[in-house]
T-cell receptor, first 112, second 115 residues
Framework: GQQLNQSPQSMFIQEGEDVSMNCTSS?????WLWYKQEPGEGPVLLIA?????ELTSNGRLTAQFGITRKDSFLNISASIPSDVGIYFC????????????FGTGTRLTIIP | DSGVTQTPKHLITATGQRVTLRCSPR?????VYWYQQSLDQGLQFLIQ???????AKGNILERFSAQQFPDLHSELNLSSLELGDSALYFC??????????????FGEGSRLTVL
């Protein structure tokens, strides 16, 4: 099935560093969501974006809905050990309860 | 705790067998979605139900079927299991909010191992 292109695939960073990842699509999406998944758990919603150009923060996390509506970005500032996990972007073309299409994921590892 | 409950958490079975995975959505949520996640892969959409009716279908195999009951819980049935069906199966639910934001909330998943 179709998935969004997410990069980088993995990141190894030191505690305290900032993190950036992005998600791109060949199609327009009307909603972008960012989820985090930890081992053995289900994805947990971090940030939801509903308008092109929208910039939304959740603590140290900031996400943006690209102007073209074909991409989205997630930044994590001053990373801490509990940020470890896999981050997924997800998009919805329509509105309401239409299914989400997920990105391929970015695995974040923090080096002590 | 997302409020979405999935059972069983772990399941080990043999090829050719049939299993049923169960999902209880968050209170008030009418939509249920099933996703499959194979080892180190992303989430693949299988099927969606809304208030008891099938709403959308993804790459769900013919050997798989699902339904949503009047009490809104859902079951995913996997039959004639093959080794490649080993995966995490997630259920998610969403609230039909005005304006249609419909954020998905996921359960903790059912890990299926086919030997």
């Amino acid at each position: 099935g179709q998935q969004l292109n997410q990069s980088p695939q993995s990141m190894f960073i030191q505690e305290g560093e900032d993190v950036s990842m992005n998600c791109t699509s060949s199609s327009i999406f009307n909603t972008w969501l960012w989820y985090k998944q930890e081992p053995g758990e289900g994805p947990v919603l971090l940030i939801a974006l509903y308008k092109a150009g929208e910039l939304t923060s959740n603590g140290r996390l900031t996400a943006q809905f690209g102007i073209t509506r074909k991409d989205s970005f997630l930044n994590i500032s001053a990373s801490i050990p509990s940020d470890v996990g896999i981050y997924f972007c997800a998009g919805r073309r329509g509105f309401g309860n239409e299914k989400l299409t997920f990105g391929t994921g970015t695995r974040l590892t923090i080096i002590p | 705790d997302s409020g979405v409950t999935q059972t069983p958490k772990h399941l080990i079975t043999a090829t050719g067998q049939r299993v049923t995975l169960r999902c209880s959505p968050r209170s008030g949520d009418l939509s249920v979605y099933w996703y499959q996640q194979s080892l180190d892969q992303g989430l693949q959409f299988l099927i969606q139900y809304y208030n008891g009716e099938e709403r959308a279908k993804g790459n769900i195999l013919e050997r798989f079927s699902a339904q949503q009951f009047p009490d809104l819980h859902s079951e995913l049935n996997l039959s004639s299991l093959e080794l490649g069906d080993s995966a995490l199966y997630f259920c998610a639910s969403s609230t039909p909010l005005a304006g249609g934001t419909g954020e998905l909330f996921f359960g903790e998943g059912s890990r299926l191992t086919v030997l």
